[in-house]
């Protein structure tokens, strides 16, 4: 814990009466759980706070209390002015609500985040700890640094920001730390089995239907080290689905035996030409160093990028890097630590 940090975002907290949160696009458990505790955090210790998001692509956290609480990114321009901007689970303007940067740009900053490859730059003040499971982890130490009362909605949103980005504890970036807050959270009344059941055990129609496409897709290659899977923006638009609907796509060509690099290539239904990148990788494989060529980023073992191109293109692009990356010699960027 770096007690400077935490002290001086308590201070900018504290000359703060409207406080605007916001996590990145299409906001996922860690993301969307961790933005509404917080605001619901500081408001029951006495600030104006609240939270943003695009209410379009919640996907399954969306059933969190506080939800009906946020500000659509849409709406943001009528809003009163606010006096602090809080970035959770966000590396960088870019990948904000495109509605979000620009209150965003002119207000104090704080950063609070758990990826690799954040270095805090774009805030006033930062708390980043990659080694941490998920930022609602670190909201969670923060809640307690600040002696900020948890009740049963903060601790859900929390768990679900816990348990999705450490993948139900089983991640590498499960620690002590992890669970001795999830232990705390248990305390508030987290009802665990509802919460699980929504999360993974059931699904609504369009997302088995991307599922199905998804697996017809499915591309394997260098003696199943690597593969594939694709939805374009007219599988999207076939069944009315968002990537919110796609959120554990990736888990297909990860299941893949012996597979050590997982990509799932995707095009939101928008009128960019982009392609967008899921990597997972197994092994001593960095999935950083391959998000990263394309201005991407994320954790050692879960990363992802945007690809400024067709999907064809796109596709052969992410291939030649990992071609690249499995024929490096050395291999010095891509070893993970065995003990992380």
Request: glycine share 6%; proline share 3%.
């Amino acid at each position: 814990m770096n007690r400077e940090n935490y002290a001086a975002a308590k201070k900018l907290i504290a000359a703060s009466k409207r406080i605007l949160v916001s996590g990145h696009l299409s906001p996922d458990g860690d993301s969307l759980g961790s933005m509404l505790a917080l605001a619901r955090l500081l408001r029951n210790a006495g600030y104006e706070a609240y939270a943003t998001a695009d209410l379009n692509a919640l996907g399954k956290p969306g059933f969190l209390e506080g939800v009906k609480d946020l500000i659509p990114v849409r709406k943001l321009k009528r809003q009163k002015r606010f006096d602090l901007f809080i970035a959770v689970d966000c590396a960088s303007f870019e990948r904000m609500p495109p509605e979000v940067r620009p209150v965003a740009e002119k207000l104090p900053k704080i950063c609070i985040d758990h990826h690799v490859t954040n270095d805090g730059s774009f805030a006033d003040v930062s708390i980043v700890d990659s080694k941490a499971s998920s930022t609602g982890e670190i909201i969670w130490r923060i809640a307690r640094w600040n002696e900020w009362n948890l009740d049963t909605a903060i601790a859900e949103a929390l768990w679900v920001a816990i348990v999705t980005d450490s993948g139900r504890f089983a991640y590498d970036s499960t620690n002590p730390g992890t669970m001795r807050a999830a232990g705390d959270l248990l305390k508030h009344g987290v009802r665990t089995a509802l919460i699980n059941d929504i999360l993974y055990g059931t699904f609504p129609k369009k997302a088995i239907e991307l599922k199905r496409i998804a697996w017809r897709s499915l591309h394997i290659w260098k003696n199943r080290k690597v593969a594939e899977v694709t939805l374009t923006r007219d599988d999207f638009r076939e069944v009315r689905g968002t990537k919110a609907d796609a959120e554990d796509i990736i888990e297909i060509p990860r299941s893949v035996a012996r597979n050590e690099i997982a990509l799932f290539f995707y095009q939101i239904p928008d009128r960019t030409k982009e392609t967008r990148c899921s990597i997972r990788t197994r092994g001593n494989w960095d999935a950083t160093v391959l998000a990263g060529k394309f201005g991407g980023g994320g954790h050692v073992k879960a990363a992802g990028c945007t690809i400024k191109a067709s999907m064809g293109a796109a596709k052969r692009q992410m291939r030649a890097a990992v071609r690249e990356l499995l024929k490096s010699v050395n291999r010095k960027t891509a070893k993970i630590a065995l003990s992380d």
